[in-house]
């Protein structure tokens, strides 16, 4: 079954004490992207991988960083998670077209991982 | 001017109720658009692209006008199960090739 998988679904830590979110999909996409989405403030990109050793930042990076060494994983570590980290994060993933504006292909996300950070 | 803007709602219709959204795009090169649709606590999923000369699917109709820079989802005899959140994408012309921007959404509520 093509699907994005993350870890943890659930998590609840305390400030400081650095965590991985992983993701993995099974579709051989080129494009990974991670997602907040926060009450009123809608999906918020955080960082975006073209293809592999290719990642960007997105709107709202700090605090944050991925790397992409495999073309199936892209994961989001937080090295010193504060409250404000706290939310709903997603990970998607599509075929990616670099060298063509448009951005074409469907985008599938995981099924969201909720964190909270005390 | 906001990337992708649009009413956030919540639109309240009965079952059976014809019902619009809009929403605004900024960048005039953008080329891909999209309707997600999100349930609750759930991961979005595209519902429809949307062409420059409009399309179909079964209730629900996409257009898209790019003079005026607005796409629209028209959704015709609501379900209870038409409710979620409505959510517009454009695509980042230029240096972020291939990224989608989302709009906040709009939240749609079917009531018997």
């Known amino acids: 079954e093509a699907q994005v998988t993350q870890n943890p679904r659930y998590l609840i830590t305390v400030t400081g004490k650095k965590l991985t979110v992983t993701c993995s999909q099974n579709?051989?996409?080129?494009?990974m992207s991670w997602y907040r989405q926060d009450p009123g403030l809608g999906l918020r990109q955080i960082y975006y991988?073209?293809?592999?050793?290719?990642?960007d930042k997105g709107d709202v990076p700090e605090g944050y960083k991925v790397s992409r060494k495999e073309k199936r994983n892209f994961p989001l570590i937080l090295e010193s998670p504060s409250p404000n980290q706290t939310s709903l994060y997603f990970c998607?993933?599509?075929?990616?077209?670099?060298?063509?504006?448009?951005?074409?292909?469907?985008?599938?996300f995981g099924e969201g991982s909720r964190l909270t950070v005390l | 001017r906001k990337e992708v803007e649009q009413d956030p709602g919540p639109f309240n219709v009965p079952e059976g109720a014809t019902v619009a959204f809009n929403c605004t795009y900024s960048?005039?090169?953008?080329?891909?658009f999209f309707w997600y649709r999100q349930d609750c606590r759930k991961e979005p999923k595209l519902l429809m692209s949307?062409?420059?000369s409009g399309n179909e699917d079964g209730r629900f109709t996409a257009q898209l006008n790019r003079a005026s820079q607005y796409i629209s989802l028209l959704i015709r005899d609501s379900k209870l199960s038409d409710s979620a959140t409505y959510l517009c994408?454009?695509?980042?012309?230029?240096?972020?090739?291939?990224?989608?921007?989302f709009g906040k959404g709009t939240k749609l509520s079917v009531k018997p």
């Open positions: 998607a993933s599509k075929p990616g077209h670099p060298r063509l504006a448009g951005g074409f292909g469907e985008l599938f």
């Open positions: 579709m051989n996409h080129e494009y």
């Open positions: 991988s073209m293809n592999v050793e290719v990642t």
């Open positions: 960048n005039s090169a953008s080329q891909s």
């Open positions: 949307v062409y420059s």
């Open positions: 994408v454009v695509n980042s012309p230029g240096g972020s090739q291939g990224n989608l921007i």
